[in-house]
């Protein structure tokens, strides 16, 4: 007689359970990793050897813990790298702050059960950001205003994270459109910037995704270009989401944003 193929519910819970635990002895050995690399730049100095490990060790939190049901472990891995990738200079604040997020992870992991996403929201953006480089803290008012930018291009996203940094306003950079819409579903962000052209969505679909859903349909969007949009992508361009032009014109169109939106 031919064993069955089915797999009970009750065996679904166990390798569900399983692969949980698996992933928290991972995430916990990675933590743990993360902190020795730490206390090695604290003695040693940051070199790019040390920095890329990091990197690594967060880059994998983010990509595996929603996966495994853990959300936060996601958002706060994902803010991490975000936060590494737009380091000028390491210093004493790049490794209290990096420090910081380890600590959050830390305390993820050793919760019994997860948060709910108002809580992650409220964690996640307590968490550190870059204070602007170009400007002195006095000239610069630093705001509580987070800006989701959502763009395939890392260089891009460099160079438009140093200009909005500029203005006072904190930058939580992600390259998929997915990871862009769940981000903005759980973190709820005060304003999206996303690039017109990406894989699987435009950043129109985006938008129109976010001003579908009951959390986020208020969130101010606007889309990134080089170019025109053609009157298609217009039509579907929900009501009061500007265009904002990339290089040289990004500035002045962001400030008009700023306004438009109130954000400043």
């Known amino acids: 007689m031919k064993a069955s193929g089915k797999v009970s519910g009750a065996n679904i819970d166990e ?8 992933f928290h002895d991972e995430a916990t050995t990675r933590l743990a990793e993360m902190n020795r690399l730490l206390d090695q730049i604290a003695a040693d100095g940051a070199s790019d050897e040390y920095l890329s490990d990091l990197l690594g060790h967060a880059h994998n939190l983010r990509i595996t813990g929603s996966s495994f049901g853990f959300p936060a472990i996601t ?14 200079q390491w210093g004493d604040k790049a490794q209290r702050d990096t420090q910081e997020f380890c600590d959050a992870l830390g305390q993820m992991l050793e919760r019994k059960s997860q ?30 205003v987070e800006i989701l930018l959502v763009t395939p291009a ?30 903005a579903l759980r973190l709820r962000p005060d304003m999206i910037i996303t690039s017109q052209v990406m894989k699987g969505l435009t950043g129109v679909d985006l938008i129109r995704a ?5 959390v986020t349909e208020k969130i101010p969007c606007a889309v990134l270009t080089s170019q025109e949009l053609d ?15 990339s290089g040289s014109n990004f500035a002045d169109d962001f400030a008009k944003v700023v306004t438009q939106f109130g954000l400043g």
């Open 210 to 214: 976010v001003k579908a859903v009951a």
């Open 154 to 183: 890392r260089s891009v996203a460099k160079i438009l994270s140093k200009q909005i940094m500029a203005c006072g306003f904190r930058v939580n950079s992600v390259h998929d459109p997915i990871e862009g819409l769940t981000t």
């Open 15 to 22: 390798l569900t359970q399983k692969a949980e635990l698996e």
């Open 115 to 144: 948060p709910d996403d108002d809580e992650i929201a409220q964690l996640v953006r307590s968490l550190p950001s870059h204070v602007s480089r170009t400007f002195s803290p006095g000239e610069v008012e630093i705001r509580n």
């Open 75 to 88: 958002l706060i891995a994902q803010r991490m790298e975000s936060y590494l990738n737009d380091l000028g």
């Open 231 to 245: 009157s298609a992508d217009f039509n579907r361009l929900p009501a009061g989401s500007p265009v904002l032009r």
